[in-house]
């Protein structure tokens, strides 16, 4: 599975941002696909979640009630609707996926097999 992040951007406090994550060579519709971030001078965190065959969803307390995560299996991309965003949500974000995740797994990065290049998004003023 290939992956393309894409939708990054510079945008001020409060603005709404939409990541999408494509992917080439296989279909997600089973996969478990995850955001993850890393902000400047810390390491990559976990942001959300969907899990594949059954689309629960699952995201980082920071981001709960203003991230959505989304998955269109027509487009075979996955979405994250980013509202209300702030400083401390600066940081380069990448998505991944897996085929085999269990719900326990699903915040550990290491248990994703397949990443995606990382897309830039900066909250400034």
């Not at 279909?27 to 696909?33: D, F, G, M, Q």
């Not at 400083?87 to 974000?93: F, K, L, P, Q, R």
């Not at 897996?98 to 897309?119: C, E, K, V």
Request: charged letters at 15%; aromatic letters at 10%; glycine letters at 12%.
């Amino acid at each position: 599975v290939q992956l393309q992040a894409s939708g990054g951007g510079l945008v001020q406090p409060g603005d709404s941002l939409r990541l999408s994550c494509t992917a080439s060579g296989r279909t997600l519709r089973s996969y478990s696909v995850a955001w993850f971030r890393q902000p400047p001078g810390k390491e990559r965190e976990f942001v959300a979640a969907i899990k594949g065959n059954g689309g629960s969803t699952y995201y980082e307390g920071s981001v709960k009630g203003r991230f959505i995560i989304s998955k269109d299996n027509a487009k075979n991309t996955v979405y994250l609707q980013m509202n209300s965003l702030n400083s401390e949500d600066t940081a380069v974000y990448y998505c991944a996926a897996d085929g085999h995740l269990i719900t326990s797994s699903i915040r550990n990065a290491p248990a994703y097999d397949y990443w995606g290049q990382g897309t830039q998004v900066t909250v400034s003023s």
